[in-house]
């Protein structure tokens, strides 16, 4: 006996209607996909959305249309968008505007036709052919009840024909407009506002072995979740911290784009827009729905570095009394790069995750920490922290402590920094304070960072260690 496979499925016998209501009195509707597109650019901003502009030719009829523009991302903000026309701004104007996202898949075509009458086949192993039932949809709350003759029944081994799609079904988000246009052919340029585009920006710095220079590469990732694909668009990116209402609104100033100017020679070019920094791509790219892109951002081979061993303090140890505050803590490592152009950069840098490596003794790079940085701009320090060193330790105490009226301390404090390398290292022990405060005796120099804050920086030879001591009276009210 032959067998054959019995499976649900669907099959669609399609009476080919309008995604839109036809308005009385219009023509069409017309209809235009991402075929008729004859440019496209995208500015995608850090912020999980993106700008699309992107100009078709229309072949319309004169007088009251309907039109169709599928191909739009499927998670448009569809409030944010505007149409007009290239070729004859006078010669079109919006009537209506609807945006259609009732998409057409198998349960959304069962809804749609609860109540109404569908046709069943059933394979029928003894003819070897399908058997064709009249049935009614009931309903497709949790499983198809159908009612076939006289028996209302479920779970129906066979598939299901529909005479039609329904009206209100659409294959695609789509944006369906009443217009009144002038001119039969219009080149029109259609702008909007989308959710599921989104950017960033990493960066690899690989540094030499005396740890004073290293090479920086940064990278843009693109991400491309908007629901649709575009081909050879013009790409550009906003880095900056852009103020948004309700989600996804932002100032007027975001809805003209400047050209970017030539300068180096460089895979984005930048320029500074508004109070924000937009990077341009020199070439065209494609964005795949559901895709993730990496382009070169800017390539830095040579620039200086400075390596600081940190050991900071806290403000709250100076209004108690404490005795031993810590001990055998670790000293923080950071990298400082100096954004500017004799430093190799001096370029604005958006905010990323920076990774570092380092090559060992058999010239194999290892990874030896990361840090993420905010928006930088040129001429600015960028601090990179690297972890806690293994060798460099230190310790805290607390040798005296008495008030000295409302609000007022004076204590005297030990710290005890060590050095287990086979290298000096130099410490900056950072001392931050809250409130008015005064030196009154150390037994190194200290430094006024700012108002709040003192160091001392101290160079341990190798094997060795330092203790400071200070005296300080604060006040912090």
């Excluded at 996909?33 to 496209?40: E, G, I, L, S």
């Excluded at 930088?376 to 040798?399: A, C, H, L, N, Y």
Aim: charged residues 25%; glycine residues 6%.
């Amino acid at each position: 006996m032959r067998v054959r496979t019995v499976f649900l499925g669907i099959l669609l016998v399609v009476a080919t209607r309008s995604a839109a209501a036809q308005a009385p009195g219009s023509r069409g509707p017309f209809r235009a996909t991402a075929q008729q597109r004859q440019d496209v650019a995208i500015t995608v901003y850090n912020q999980d959305f993106g700008l699309v502009r992107e100009v078709r030719q229309l072949d319309l009829a004169r007088g009251r249309v309907a039109l169709e523009f599928g191909d739009v991302a499927a998670q448009i903000q569809p409030e944010t968008v505007h149409i007009v026309s290239l070729s004859a701004p006078a010669g079109l104007r919006v009537l209506e505007q609807n945006y259609r996202y009732d998409l057409l898949n198998p349960e959304k075509l069962l809804e749609k036709y609860v109540g109404r009458r569908v046709t069943v086949y059933r394979w029928n192993e003894k003819s070897g052919r399908d058997e064709a039932f009249d049935a009614e949809v009931l309903s497709v709350n949790g499983g198809t009840i159908l009612k076939v003759g006289n028996e209302i029944t479920f779970n129906f081994p066979g598939r299901i024909s529909f005479p039609e799609i329904p009206d209100n079904l659409i294959a695609t988000p789509t944006l369906v407009w009443l217009l009144d246009a002038q001119e039969p052919r219009q080149r029109v340029e259609v702008s909007y506002l989308t959710r599921g585009m989104n950017w960033k920006a990493d960066y690899v710095l690989v540094i030499n072995d005396e740890e004073t220079q290293g090479g920086l590469t940064g990278w843009v990732t693109l991400n491309n979740q908007s629901g649709t694909t575009y081909e050879n668009a013009r790409l550009k990116l906003v880095a900056g911290d852009v103020q948004r209402v309700q989600d996804l609104e932002v100032p007027k100033a975001m809805d003209v784009l400047r050209a970017a100017q030539e300068r180096e020679n460089r895979p984005f070019q930048e320029e500074s827009f508004f109070e924000y920094h937009l990077y341009t791509l020199e070439r065209p790219a494609t964005l795949l729905n559901n895709e993730q892109k990496q382009v070169t951002l800017l390539e830095a081979p040579k620039i200086q570095l400075a390596k600081r061993l940190m050991y900071y303090g806290a403000a709250q140890y100076y209004r108690s009394q404490w005795g031993e505050v810590l001990s055998n803590q670790k000293v923080s490592v950071y990298m400082d790069v100096q954004n500017s152009e004799q430093n190799g950069l001096g370029m604005p840098l958006p905010k990323g995750i920076v990774r570092v490596y380092k090559a060992d003794k058999a010239g194999a790079q290892q990874f030896i920490g990361e840090d993420r940085i905010d928006h930088t701009p040129r001429d600015e320090r960028v601090r990179i922290k690297m972890g806690e060193s293994f060798d460099v330790v230190g310790g805290r105490r607390q040798t005296e402590f008495r008030i000295i009226g409302s609000c007022v301390s004076e204590s005297a404090w030990e710290i005890h920094l060590r050095n287990h390398k086979d290298v000096a290292a130099t410490v900056e022990a950072v001392e931050p304070v809250g409130g008015d405060w005064e030196i009154l005796t150390s037994s190194h120099k200290a430094s006024k960072l700012d108002a709040h804050t003192f160091s001392f920086t101290q160079s341990i030879p190798a094997r060795g260690e330092v203790r400071i001591t200070y005296r300080v009276r604060v006040k912090w009210c």
